[in-house]
Nanobody, 121 residues
Framework: QVQLVESGGGLVQPGDSLRLSCVVS?????????MGWFRQGPGKERELVAT????????FYADSVKGRFTISRDDAKNTVYLQMNSLKSDDTAVYYC?????????????WGQGTQVTVSA
């Protein structure tokens, strides 16, 4: 069974940067998974932040993070990253990575435990 472990969260000030990492183990070959980052802010529903295809050639970003966040993957390290720049208080949330196996429409059915990101002055 695939396991996902996020890290890199923390407390930062508005305008700062953070890089989240998600290491994937078990399951099938890492490069057979599309990966995504989601977040859930206080009192909010979980929302999609970014996705990256299994080849890394296609990415998607929510409008709220476009131009500030970058998703990437390192297949040699079984790791997906989320580089977050120009952080805002609205970015405060628990960030989760998720995996979607195979081709076709993404179905994220494997999840990590989450990492807290707090943006506050």
């Amino acid at each position: 069974q695939v396991q996902l472990v996020e890290s890199g969260g923390g407390l930062v000030q508005p305008g700062d940067s953070l890089r989240l990492s998600c290491v994937v183990s078990g399951g099938r070959a890492f490069n057979s998974y599309a990966m995504g980052w989601f977040r859930q802010g206080p009192g909010k529903e979980r929302e999609l932040v970014a996705t990256i295809s299994w080849t890394g050639s296609r990415t998607f970003y929510a409008d709220s993070v476009k131009g500030r966040f970058t998703i990437s993957r390192d297949d040699a390290k079984n790791t997906v990253y989320l580089q977050m720049n120009s952080l805002k208080s609205d970015d405060t949330a628990v960030y989760y990575c998720a995996a979607s196996y195979g081709l076709g429409p993404y179905e994220f059915d494997s999840w990590g435990q989450g990492t807290q990101v707090t943006v506050s002055a």
